[in-house]
């Protein structure tokens, strides 16, 4: 699943490091979810969306091929 | 409090490594012991060690809690045990095959009854996890 992690992370000044620790995940889980090798959990998508102040599908743009 | 109990439980850990070390190396008990012995010591003392470190160093906790708790580490750790089941499964049958070729039945045995074991206990925690979610 693609994300806009990266991009408005970037935007919003925001380091990596500073974002894992505000979720409570480790930096390179952050920097596989922005290289789109790992897809999160709901829980952990929903964190993320409410950390930025959007909507999970704001922050993951889910493709129906992904499922075929 | 907790601190404590666990390093009460790991120093147990190295006194009776340390026991069964001694044991082995007085030629009461056999090299297995003293081998099983060495690993406890090690153990114990690495363990101590860390929860010494986790209780005067903040950053160092943190991040020994963010590791333990991370998703993607767990999602790894559970591929890691499945990949390794799996290679097992399929190197232990290869296994099976060579010592049947060599005329080894009883190793063959071995390793297709460890297999047929693999796989019932599988469908066991398949089974388990079924019904838990």
Redesign the interface.
Known sequence: MKNKIEQIRKERGILQDEF?KAL???R??IS?LENGR?N??I??AYKIAKYFGMTIEDVFIFEEEEQL | MKIDRRIISNIIYVVLGTSLFGLGFAGVMDAFWSGMGGALIAVGIIRIIQILRCSNDESYREKIQIEAKDERNQFLRNKAWAWTAYIFVLMTAVAAIVFQLFGEELLSMVAGFAICILFVMYWLCYMVLNKKY
Do not use: C, F, I, R
Request: net charge neutral; glycine share 8%; hydrophobic share 35%.
């Open positions: 894992a409570g995940v480790s390179q889980t596989s790992y999160p959990s829980l952990l």
